[in-house]
């Protein structure tokens, strides 16, 4: 088996093909200049970063787990899946990340009309905002409105415009979490529910199922948990002996989150490596 560093780990890290701001490349740079040693690169909903994360980390001497962080939805609510691992080509799992995809494009072009209404703003406005064929989310509407001077941050944009009780709202298409899990084991990847205890935890009734189906661990060390439901989910995780991790779901200059600000201990790094046949990791 690989030997992974012991060295400090950040799982949940966005680049330019979703919704970061910086391309993959310098993505994994800012984390070796951070004195990160091992990181995940897990955009939404897609692995179009890892060729070039993986030529960075082999420069850096970085070890670099591929991933993504896939969209799922449960009962109305948004639940995502960080994926390790995995076999990019498994075409079960690909198509269900590409109809999310496919399906944002339209959701955000509807956004763009709603917010066209009262505001300033094209669909071209969000398209300049957009790496190439990057997952398009929010994110990009919100610097299309940075751009035009509506909003003075992606916070302020997220927190009046984009919010879902903002008035233009629309949701995106998205499986449920029990599929996508299911899907990523038989991708030979491992599954981690990411921010699981931020704001409409999941109910311990799908917690359940998820873990029946093969799920992995949890993300208990991130920014928007609440202490409550991490401790709750501690006991879960104690009970079913499953994967902690912590990360920093860094999107460069897009969300306040800094590289390394959680990290994931190298047992933890060793259990996702050694469960996982799908792809295996770049050690620089
Ligand atoms: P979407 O998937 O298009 O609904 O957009 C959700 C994405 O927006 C998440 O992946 C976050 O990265 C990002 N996001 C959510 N809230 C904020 C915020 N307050 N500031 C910056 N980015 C945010
Ligand atoms: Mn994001
Ligand atoms: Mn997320
Ligand atoms: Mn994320």
């Known amino acids: 088996m ?14 330019s093909c979703s919704d970061g701001t910086e391309p993959p490349g310098e993505v994994v740079r800012a984390a070796h200049r951070a004195g990160v040693g091992v990181i995940a690169l897990t955009d939404h909903d897609t692995t179009d970063g890892w060729a070039e994360a993986a030529a960075a980390a082999r420069e850096t001497g970085l070890t670099l787990l ?3 962080e896939v969209s799922a939805k449960h009962a109305g609510r948004s639940v995502h899946v960080l994926a390790y691992l995995f076999d990019p080509a498994d075409k079960v799992l690909l198509r269900l990340m590409n109809r999310v995809r496919e399906d944002r494009i339209g959701r955000a072009e509807r956004l763009v009309r709603n917010i066209g209404r009262d505001y300033p703003l094209t669909w071209d406005d969000v398209l300049a905002q957009r790496a190439g064929d990057a997952t398009i989310g929010r994110p990009h509407i919100a610097d299309a409105l940075i751009a035009r001077g509506t909003v003075r941050d992606r916070e302020e ?20 979490p029990e599929e996508v899990v299911r899907a990523i084991g038989g991708a030979g990847g491992v599954s981690v529910i990411a921010h699981p205890a931020g704001r409409g935890m999941m109910p311990d009734s799908e917690i359940a199922r998820l873990v029946d189906a093969g799920l992995g661990g949890f993300e208990l060390a991130h920014r928007e948990n609440d202490e409550r439901g991490v401790r ?20 460069g200059s897009g969300k306040p989150n800094r590289i390394g600000e959680n990290t994931t201990a190298p047992e933890m790094v060793a259990r996702i490596v050694s469960a996982a046949r799908g792809s295996a990791p770049v050690v620089g």
Do not use: K, M, Q, W
């Not at 690989?2 to 680049?15: G, K, Q, V, Y």
């Not at 499953?242 to 999107?251: A, C, F, K, N, Q």
């Open 232 to 251: 709750h989910l501690a006991r879960v995780v104690a009970r079913r002996d499953l994967i902690v991790t912590g990360s920093s779901d860094y999107h």
């Open 66 to 68: 591929p991933g993504a």
């Open 157 to 176: 944009a997220f927190a009046s415009i984009l919010h879902p009780a903002g008035g233009y709202y629309v949701p995106h298409y998205a499986p449920e």
């Open 2 to 15: 690989t030997e992974i560093p012991r060295e400090r780990a950040d799982l949940h890290l966005h680049s």
